[in-house]
């Protein structure tokens, strides 16, 4: 367990030191007992529904600053009011009750928390849209989940309006210019003029609602990033979010009493704790590890248009950042920007990476860049509530490639893709995840659901992963995502990570090139930060890989644009693999 984000300690604690911290916290009469059912394990102490959750956490940090976009400034007690009057109009004018749909789908703007709020504060199932999607594609997910209101910003809007009138969903644009007429639609200013703050709800009245809930209650539907066929709708429910926030509560106290310890140096004072959100809130990064974390701890949690490196730096100084988690291209975009130099950095602890694997030299790299930040990663889905490991500090500097060690209420398992027997430490196979953090189910997809959960409760990741022998996961590929070259399965992200330490390297994407006698090649897009011929790259991978995972010269692409990705930060393979074999026909 010694994965918490901390700075360097002078002495690492002992195995014995961290038993004697964890196992009171676990055991009966500590405030994270675990228990399970036929689903897995869980926290028995934990809030029974996320509305429980926030009556605690909003009471708690009443006075504290919480959201901050640009020149806006909410505290907690003011987004609860504002979340708790919106709920209510949602009841009274157009009848949303417990149980039923509210889709979000805008930018990363103050009214996305404030809706999602309000829809736990009536019991109804927040609906997260990619706002990526296009006009047919928020339809296609509108009417999938049956959401009776869409939260939208203006952009959006424009996307969905020719289909509104076939959708019978009610559409509440929030940021809309003041000179735009809009058809078919609510004005969210417009509708906040009905507020009324003598009628909204007191907490002792929530209170009995959230008593009515069931734990294992769907409380938002997340969709994947459908890389193959439509959309699955990821049903979560209020015991997994919550028990994903109860992860970070032990975390955090965990870490507090290793700062007890003898001989360890005084814990970081820090005023309030600040995250800075570069990731959508409609990914389960944003939503689940940036938003709703920040509610655990009381910590500020600040927004941005987009992302943009100078911005973040800005951003940092100015509020004091102390964590934020991106994709890894972000962390190498501040660290290479030209006025790094020129910002005050050192409020910094946590330098958090998910969403696609991060380079080992780039972990080193970042805990060297950084005054006081040390880099963290995990690993997790959708379909997971996020993160079911973790890796930080100490041993992700000692093993930089794995994503760490699961959570106590965690149970995985790596199986042999054709047998599905339990495979030892070391051996290559399909990840396997229990817990009460996986998903009840995809949304309407009973089929899709039983292919993806096995009968004894374990889901199926579909990521190729190892265990080593102290408990420490490496994710190795996506089960779809190796080259198979006359009979030999070659790990792009193998291939990938040793692309990564050529120092003219800034991104690359391995994938496979058709071939008639041996199946599939290796082919690889790079984009460089200096000067590399195919053939230079060539010669630099031969005697760090096996000669038949080094492409040919005249599989090496190039491209002076950063790697197209998906919403989610993740290299889209198949669009380029789609582009260069487009280019390249005869």
Known sequence: LVFLVMPALPTPPTQEQMMKIVMPLLGPNGPFTIAGNKRGRYFAKAPKSILQFYLQQFAEYASSPFIVYRNERFSFSEVWNIS??????????????AGDRVAIAMRNYPEWCFSFFACGSIGAIAVPINSFWKGKEMCYGLQDSGSKILFCDYQRYKEIQPFISSMGTTVIVVRAPSDVQLESAVR???LMQHANPSARPSDEDLSVLANTIDTD???MIMYTSGTTGNPKGVVLTNRGIINQMEVGRMLTLVQEKIFEL??????PEVAQHCILCIVPLFHVTGSHHNF??????????VLMYKWDAETALQLIEKERVTAWTGVPTMALDIMEHPAFNRYDTSSLLSVGSGGAPTPASQVKRTAETFKNGLPTSAYGLTETNGA???NSALSYLRKPTSCGTPFPIVEVKV??????????????????IRSNLVMKEYWNKPEATAKAITEDGFFRSGDIATIDSEGFIYI???AKDIIIRGGENISCTEVEDVIYTNKAVRECAVFGIPDDRLGEVVGVLVMLRKPCSSTELVDFLKGKLAPFKIPSPSHVYFTDKPLPRGATGKIMKRAIKAKILESTKP
Do not use: H, W
């Open 292 to 301: 709703l974390q920040s509610l655990v701890v009381g910590r500020k949690f």
């Open 415 to 432: 199986v042999d893709l054709d047998t599905g027997a339990t495979l030892g430490p070391n051996e290559r196979g399909e990840l396997l």
């Open 188 to 190: 969210y200013e417009q």
């Open 262 to 267: 003898p001989g360890m140096p005084p814990m």
């Open 388 to 390: 079911v490991c973790y």
């Open 217 to 219: 209650d769907a409380a």
């Open 476 to 478: 190795v590929d996506r």
């Open 84 to 97: 708790k009057d919106i709920g209510l109009l949602l009841k009274q004018k157009y009848g949303v009750n």
